[in-house]
Nanobody
Framework: VQLQASGGGLVQAGGSLRLSCAAS????????VGWFRQAPGKEREFVAA????????LYADSVKGRFAISRDIAKNTVTLQMNSLKPEDTADYYC?????????????????WGQGTQVTVSS
């Protein structure tokens, strides 16, 4: 499966962005999908994950209440709605498919990674 993340950009603090992760070559409807981010000079960190049917959602504490992950099985896409953005949210954001239908926050749970999309939040 190939993944493509899109929707990044430059936004002022307090603004919103909507990231999308699309799968090609194969559906990821049976797999959990996660979003991770990596800021310059920092390690990649978990942001959010959604189970295969959307029944289980998992968020990093730093984004709870501000970000929402969802998926459209028919369109084979996963979306990350980011609201109330802060400068510390600035990073490259990556989507990844998990090995199983439900996944946690560890990178090892995920087997396929897409190219990142850059998010910059200005203060």
């Amino acid at each position: 499966v190939q993944l493509q993340a899109s929707g990044g950009g430059l936004v002022q603090a307090g603004g919103s962005l909507r990231l999308s992760c699309a799968a090609s070559r194969r559906t990821f409807s049976n797999n959990a999908v996660g979003w991770f981010r990596q800021a310059p000079g920092k390690e990649r960190e978990f942001v959010a994950a959604i189970s295969w049917n959307g029944g289980r959602l998992l968020y990093a504490d730093s984004v709870k209440g501000r970000f929402a992950i969802s998926r459209d099985i028919a369109k084979n896409t996963v979306t990350l709605q980011m609201n109330s953005l802060k400068p510390e949210d600035t990073a490259d954001y990556y989507c990844a498919t998990a090995r199983f239908a439900v996944a946690g926050s560890g990178p090892n749970d995920y087997s396929y990674w897409g190219q990142g999309t850059q998010v910059t939040v200005s203060s």
